[in-house]
């Protein structure tokens, strides 16, 4: 289940902040669900301190991470992030600052709606039934909420263990078939130790528009291929350059073409200063 937060005070010292992060985790997170076995983030400060470091190892937490510049490893996060941020957008007054109000209206409806992946409600997939609604005053109350003085601990449990069952069989058909259309444009074969490649990295410049500046650098060699998708790379030229940790769709092969590119680009500002 989602949950969201406001933090206010920015303006308050850093080491604060990381504090607060780390005390909602303990007081919202883990007195709720426990804590967990593993937990991914992005290289956000907060999740990066010293402070929420510490936490996870004293709880036991495996602390993982996304790679730079790919929001697609947070992907489950990131869909309902826009979700929400969809939902604000038409609820929100002109001066946008009343946002924090709408999102326990938003997060009843969001936990009492039909999942596409799961084919279930997430409240019934944690609770084993239905969320009882405003709406059911008006219109009734359904089926399962009138059940729910009459089921036994044992009914509860097996009902909880077909909802789960049916759920994960769902999402394991849509992870497949996700995964067959993410598959069918990469780079299967991926990259060895040694090959020459591009590293996609857009940065902004004053003065300059994104939509005309080259998003290409390089070439950098390939140091170590962590795994399927993830690889170690560092600049070409010296031992001692910065390594960099990638994911496989920010890189791309540094062949012949790619170098004809910069060359004709070249003889093209030759002739624009003659």
Not at 32 to 54: M, T, W, Y
Not at 107 to 136: K, N
Not at 145 to 160: F, N, Q, Y
Not at 253 to 274: A, D, N, S, Y
């Amino acid at each position: 289940m989602p949950h969201n937060f406001h933090i206010a005070n920015w303006q308050k010292t850093e080491q604060h902040y990381y504090w607060r992060i780390y005390r909602w985790t303990r007081a919202n997170t883990n007195s709720r669900c426990g804590a967990p076995i593993e937990l991914h983030s992005d290289q956000g400060g907060n999740f990066e301190s010293a402070v929420f470091q510490k936490m996870c190892q004293i709880l036991g937490i495996r602390k993982t991470r996304t790679t730079a510049l790919h929001p697609q490893s947070d992907g489950m996060v990131e869909w309902f992030n826009r979700t929400l941020e969809e939902h604000l957008r038409k609820v929100v007054d002109k001066h946008q600052d009343d946002w924090d109000v709408h999102i326990p209206v938003f997060l009843m409806g969001y936990r009492s709606a039909v999942h596409v992946t799961t084919g279930q409600t997430p409240a019934r997939i944690l609770f084993g039934s239905e969320l009882r609604l405003p709406s059911d005053l008006k219109f009734g109350i359904t089926g399962d909420a009138k059940r729910i003085g009459k089921v036994t601990s044992t009914d509860l449990e097996e009902g909880l263990r077909e909802v789960l069952a049916f759920a994960r069989q769902r999402t394991q058909v849509m992870s497949d078939k996700m995964k067959a259309r993410y598959d069918k444009p990469m780079n299967s074969e991926g990259f060895q130790n040694g090959d020459l490649v591009l590293l996609y990295n857009p940065q902004r410049k004053r003065g300059f528009s994104p939509k005309l500046q080259c998003n290409w650098e390089g070439p950098y060699k390939i140091i170590k291929r962590l795994n399927d998708v993830v690889y170690r790379i560092q600049t070409v030229g010296g031992p001692r350059n910065k390594m960099k940790v990638v994911h496989l769709e920010r890189l791309a092969e540094f062949g012949q073409r790619l170098c004809l590119i910069g060359t004709i680009r070249l003889r093209w500002m030759v002739v624009l200063r003659k």
